[in-house]
């Protein structure tokens, strides 16, 4: 078939959008579980799991929607990250069940509502972890042999991945507690506001070392940032101008700011790791055309997400406006 | 003893499949029953029709749930446990299994929300249509579903290069040569699920004298389901089984206990099935009935298991004895039908304590018979991951340890038993509530969240009915 475009391109772009989206969407509603343990009353967890219950299925769309896609464009990532992260794979799925069955079942609970709130909180929190430690694997590289993974069963898990997964976790509380900032008011925004900055400070903590620590993980990133000025330093200062401002909006109380320079934060560190990495796609020896799958295959899949994409977009956002504003003791109004 | 990781994965695979295929195969047949419920109601506009599908539709709603989410596990397990297989399938399986996911993200998005949680929002045509497209989409999402499976059984379009196969043709691939009996056969056995459900749970109904008249209605239209398609799906099984016979001649040998190619074939009705002597223990059969059943004649040749060696062979007793279920239920469901045709005449079906308990127990049944289909395809394959050209064994993630293998599948039976057990439960306080609470005003004052299945649920999962 004669090649017009480049489709393996194209799907890196709707697969990095999709990944973006789901950290970004998924990261404040994981984040309500990691803050649950330290809420300050039973109310306040109410509140905070009505602000996340209308929209967390669909912010867990993207994840399923860029898995599927994964296994279609780059089949490579999926038979070489899915057996690398064997077990990690198994506790962030488990996670995921915990606490999307956590939210179907304290609203239905009178008697066993702790259980499910715990069920909520573990969950979050391992799924979160487990998803750190996926990005902290992702830059260490694979070892592999052909066009398998040939390392052992916890190769994963090493002080940098769990960094990462702590990093992560510290984010999503973060991208939780900014949230929190902007869709509620009274005593738990007010908890928001205080704990907002303890939050940016741990996760400035690990960034650094991450910072610090992956040029020496990886020498081809070292020589990509070190080898002269080159404009991908505007990616970090953005994100660091980004965390400045998460400051300044909470000292002045302000009520969106916060949230949306979070969002800030995460967007350009997500695009200066791409640029650290690109176009490896599975590190260190496969980048993105080595691990797409046929062109005819890339071809068929393009028109079905082509069609879906819009639907899911239309309506995440039609969701998103029929339940703005600020949450009641109730739910949204 | 040494950790297989193959036997291993087999079993996590089996389990994992096995829990999640009986969610589907009722909701796709649940949507059709609903689907039909609000036809009649637009039609008749006798409430006593919307009274049930408000019923129905919270049981649609809760067994949806589950199905979806013990799916996701489903779809990671390519990955993790059969990475060479995914692999070198991805090609095809990858786009296919995607578009089963755009389908069910489609639905969700759009008409489910509309049929849980829009009946008093949009005029009753919208909420009908939604009902519609809700049930077609069930069946564009096993469409997706069965055509990847049945490549597997019959691969066909595909060419393999460097080790990863390749689409030659998208339509040979999507419509291999089983594809059409499987569909028609999963199709027929999703309705008599719905059926068999409906009627067993308005019969017990009935017993208890709950709303006596809209589940008399309900159980009289499950019957003459129950007594049409139960024949059809006899009907439809053989062809399904003639076909198997040509294209995968050894699982027919396994499901017929059959060793030496032969004429004149009897129907083993009991057996023993030994594979490593080769043979049968304890047979109990009727003469020549095989033969007949498979080729239509009584002097037919039937394959026999011997025709490969025994490596290629499938485990014999677990396809004999899975394809005796299946049968067996089947004809028991065609008993049920004829059983309730007798009894309309003076209402009998409404009043005869023994056969409305009896239907209570057969709504079991179904799903039993479903799995046990399933085994005897999926098993009956063995050792074969796509017939003829991959093994299990060849297909398996080459870095998996037995020790890996052995946590996750423990890790699943746990989380499965815990998480599954509570979606159950809540399942049965629906039914407990009957339509009587499907009807009245929430139990749970709840804020309704689109996209959520789940929450079309109004009971409590604690405290008292």
């Known amino acids: 078939m004669e090649q017009t475009f480049d489709l393996t391109l194209i799907w890196a772009g709707i697969i990095g959008f999709g990944i973006m989206m789901y950290v970004l969407m998924d990261g404040f509603d994981l984040g309500q579980g990691i803050l649950y343990p330290f809420a300050p009353d039973e109310q306040a967890r109410d509140k905070m799991m009505n602000s996340v219950a209308p929209v967390w299925d669909g912010n867990e769309t993207w994840l399923v929607l860029g898995g599927a896609g994964l296994l279609a464009a780059f089949p490579l990532v999926y038979s070489i990250f899915l057996p690398a992260l064997y077990i990690g794979v198994f506790l962030l799925l488990a996670g995921l069940i915990f606490r999307g069955v956590a939210f179907e079942f304290r609203f239905k609970a009178k008697t066993s509502k702790y259980l499910w709130s715990w069920s ?73 506001y205080k704990i907002t900055p303890k939050l940016l400070f741990g996760l400035m903590a690990v960034f650094a070392a991450v910072s610090i620590y992956t040029p020496f ?16 330093w505007a990616l970090p200062a953005l994100a660091l101008f980004c965390a400045y401002i998460v400051l300044r909006a909470v000292k002045k109380q302000q009520d969106g700011m916060p949230f949306v320079a979070t969002m800030g934060i995460f967007l350009f560190s997500y695009l200066g790791l791409l640029a650290s990495k690109w176009p490896y796609i599975v590190p260190p020896k496969f980048t993105i055309y080595d691990a797409a799958s046929a062109y005819n295959s890339q071809l068929f899949l393009l028109l079905g997400f082509l069609f879906v994409i819009p639907i899911v977009l239309a309506y995440t956002s039609w969701t998103y406006w029929v339940f703005r504003g600020k949450v009641g003791d109730a739910g949204y109004h | 003893m040494e950790l297989d990781p193959l036997v291993l994965s087999r079993i996590q695979f089996a389990f994992v499949v096995c829990f999640h295929a009986i969610f589907p195969v009722f909701t796709i047949g649940l949507a059709s029953t609903i689907a039909g419920f609000e036809t009649l109601y637009f039609k008749t506009e006798n409430p006593i029709w919307q009274r049930l599908s408000k019923f129905w539709i919270q049981v649609f709603a809760v067994v949806f749930g589950i199905g979806v989410v013990s799916g996701i596990v489903m779809s990671f397990q390519f990955g993790t446990n059969w990475s060479n297989f995914s692999y070198a399938t991805a090609n095809f399986l990858g786009p296919v299994l995607s578009y089963e996911v755009i389908t069910a993200f489609f639905l969700e998005a759009s008409f489910l929300g509309v049929l849980l949680f829009g009946r008093d929002k949009v005029p009753q045509g919208v909420h009908l249509f939604a009902a519609i497209m809700v049930a077609t989409g069930t069946f564009i999402s096993s469409f997706w579903i069965l055509s990847a499976n049945s490549l597997l059984q019959t691969p066909d379009g595909l060419e393999l290069i460097n080790g990863m196969y390749h689409v030659k043709s998208w339509t040979d691939a999507l419509f291999t040569a089983s594809f059409g009996y499987r569909f028609t056969h999963m199709a027929l056995a999703s309705f008599l699920t719905a059926a068999l459900v409906v009627a067993g749970v308005s019969a017990w109904f009935i017993l208890q004298k709950r709303e006596l008249e809209a589940n008399k209605k309900a159980l009289s239209v499950a019957l003459w389901f129950l007594l049409f398609l139960a024949p059809l799906q006899t009907v439809v099984g053989d062809f399904h089984g003639l076909n198997t016979m040509k294209h995968q001649p050894t699982k027919v040998a ?10 004149g074939v009897p129907l083993l009705l009991f057996a023993i099935p030994d594979k490593e002597e080769q043979t049968n223990h304890f047979e109990v059969k009727i003469p020549k009935l095989a033969s007949f059943i498979l080729t239509h004649d009584w002097n037919g040749e039937v394959p026999g298991l011997k025709a490969v060696p025994v490596e290629e062979q499938p485990p014999v007793f677990i396809v004999f004895w899975s394809f005796r279920v299946m049968v067996a239920l089947g004809l028991l469901m065609v008993v049920f039908g004829i059983w309730g045709l007798i009894y309309r005449r003076g209402g009998k079906i409404y009043t005869s304590p023994v056969f409305l308990q009896g239907l209570r127990i057969m709504s079991i049944s179904p799903f039993l018979a479903v799995l046990a289909g399933w085994v005897v395809t999926e098993a009956g394959r063995a ?17 998996l340890t037995g020790g890996m293998a052995l946590f996750s599948l423990i890790g699943y039976i746990t989380v499965y038993a815990l998480v599954f057990s ?27 969240r689109p996209a959520r299945p789940f929450s079309a649920g109004h009971v409590a999962i604690d405290g008292d009915l």
């Open chain 1, 120 to 192: 909520f909180s573990v969950g979050s929190f391992v799924a979160s972890f487990a998803q750190g430690a996926v990005v902290g694997a992702y830059i260490q590289g694979f070892e592999t042999e052909g066009f398998a993974y040939s390392g052992g069963p916890l190769d994963w898990l090493t002080p940098f991945t769990v960094l990462t997964g702590f990093g992560l976790v510290i984010g999503y509380a973060l991208l939780g507690s900014t949230w929190l900032i902007m869709k509620t008011d009274g005593a738990v925004q007010q908890w928001a």
């Open chain 2, 383 to 399: 050792p074969w991951l796509i017939y003829g050209q991959m093994t299990h064994a060849e297909g398996l993630t080459p870095s």
């Open chain 2, 254 to 263: 396994a499901m017929e206990g059959n060793w030496e190619t032969s004429n």
């Open chain 1, 217 to 232: 993980v990886d020498s081809s990133v070292m020589s990509r940032w070190f080898d002269g000025i080159s404009l991908i």
């Open chain 2, 422 to 448: 509570a979606g159950i439960y809540y399942l049965l306080k629906v039914f407990k509530g009957g339509l009587e609470k499907a009807n009245a005003p929430h139990e749970m004052d709840e804020i309704e």
